[in-house]
């Protein structure tokens, strides 16, 4: 994966190949070349186009009665109605999942990559397992949170039980990222540290961890973005009601953005829907804002390996 | 076993003075590694678990040949009937829609930014791509019914109108929704065409068209076709834009895209948000449905997973 920037450089063979080939070039080359360039242009145009439309609708909406103000399913009181409790409730749940995700993803991944030998088939089967479980539709971890925490474990339908349901959701993300850092270390700086005479664990600990932090935290940002936006198994674990106070324990019933915004989205009047077209431009800076300290971070490292 | 290896591996004094100091620490740090590691297996018990235990319940009352092949879906008519076929041709079109928007447009996207961009903008457009692949889904459902579908009926050339919920609409929007992840792993296996190849067939005086027609994409196809599948594999499993702008109607299979149907996923979001009882038909219905989505998405993800291996055995 670190060779593609060379394989395009136009100043090499393709250049030569393209000198040689003018004479004869056709209609076809133009013709398949625009339409590229336009499959591009309809996929960022209505991506962009799709973007734009949402700030529109909500601008009217997008300022302090958002975050300073609790929803309701009151019309009258509509136009002083905001996202507080699920601005709130975000917040909750996802710092509880990344104390959950994080340490857990991470530690699986120091298991995988200097631990595990991958010639057992038990951790061939674990490797396997993740990939699978990366791929497993979101509302069936909504099912999985339904029939076992929230009622064989007894957690009800409270932050608690989102916080799990989510952890378990992106820690396929989480390991497969902290993967990936923890391969990119050299392979050198193990051997200088078990030179020293240091064991395995203060080699991981100290050495190889500090050194992959940029590409892990990456991982961290992307996962927690995930599930920030994440609906789908929170649909499943009754979080569609409209909560109007703040969590104050994890025991507590929530609301959270996108489960907010789809609320908003099931009532007719046109207030709610420029009041969701609000919410979404807040999720979508929160979200937009967390991708790109985490491509901007994995590139920067990249760059320098 | 281990004592042996110890005194083969380090100096034989080294290790026994300081076995006593070390080892319980590296054991403990051993054990919790493994620990954590076995959440993930934990995770998969735990979705079959949750998932057989109530389906098991299903086919007790509801036969498998029943399910699989009945073509009416109606839990809350007094007639009861629970034939899963309503729900999968409603998801079988809404992909289908997605896939043949976001397949032609990511691949195309994806040979423009590997063999036709330079290498300043591919630095910049490959990063939007994957910054839009993390739009949350529930902007798109709300797009969807609220832009694309009024949008829609205002140029359907048709005498009959897309309905407020239509399939159509619900396919167009994963169809953007998909574009920028097909784009990006399409992109990435062919990157990973080695450059000589190219070179070759350059040096055997083909146009670039020829290049990226003949020699990159069929170099590369194990990935595309890895790319696909899981465009496949997230349109089946996607579920707020379905349930917001394709419509929870389910009684009988809807064969017309403008009409609203509810897929699986929207099936089992719609039914699970209500109030029902555990253990009634309906509460276990949800999970028969999740069990069927479950096992297609299992198939798809194992396939995806093969071709991806073979695309890096063969060039990294």
Redesign the interface.
Known sequence: MSTPVLADDPSTGSEVAAMLTRRRRRGGELLFRTALQLCLLIAFASLVALLAWVLIKGWPRLDARLWQNMPTGLISRLDTAGVQSALTGTLWVISLTAAICLPIGILSAIYLEEYADNTRWYNRVLELNIQNLAGVPSIIFGILGLGIVARAFGFGFSVKTAAIVLSLLVLPVVIIATREAIRAVPQSIRQASYALGATKWQTVSRQVLPAAVPGIATGAILALSRAIGEAAPLLVLGAVTFITFNPTSLDDRYSTLPIQIYTFIGRPQEEYTQLAAAAIVLLLGIVLVMNSIAIVLRNRFERRR | MTTSTDRIGGPAAGGTLRRGR?RP??AL??G??????L???A??V??V???V??TVGFFGEVGIVEFLTGTKWTPTFAQRSYGVLPLVVATLMVTVIALSLAV??????A?????????RS??V?K??????A??????????A???LNPLLRQIWPGEQQPAFQNLLVAGIAMG?MI??TV?SVAE?AM?????GL??AA??L?????Q???RVVVPAAMSGIVAAIV?GI?RA?????IV??AGGLVSDSIVWNPIEGAATM?AF??SI??GDIP?GSLDYNS??AV?SL??LI??A???L??RLVRRFREVY?
């Open positions: 070390r620490v590296e740090v051993k919790l590694l493994v620990l954590a590691a959440v993930s297996v995770t998969t735990g979705i678990v949750a998932l235990n109530p032609p447009l990511g691949l195309g996207s040979i423009y930014l590997s063999e036709y961009a330079a290498p591919r630095r457009l990063p939007i791509l994957e910054l839009l993390g739009v949350p889904t529930v902007v798109y459902g709300f797009v019914l609220f832009a953007i574009v920028p784009a990435d990157s990973a065409v080695p450059r190219r070179e350059y040096a005086a083909s146009s670039r068209m290049v990226s027609v899981l594999s089946i499993g996607e579920t707020m349930t917001i996923t089992i979001a699970s948000s555990v949800v999970f999740g989505l479950f998405t299992f798809l993800n194992a995806s997973i990294e």
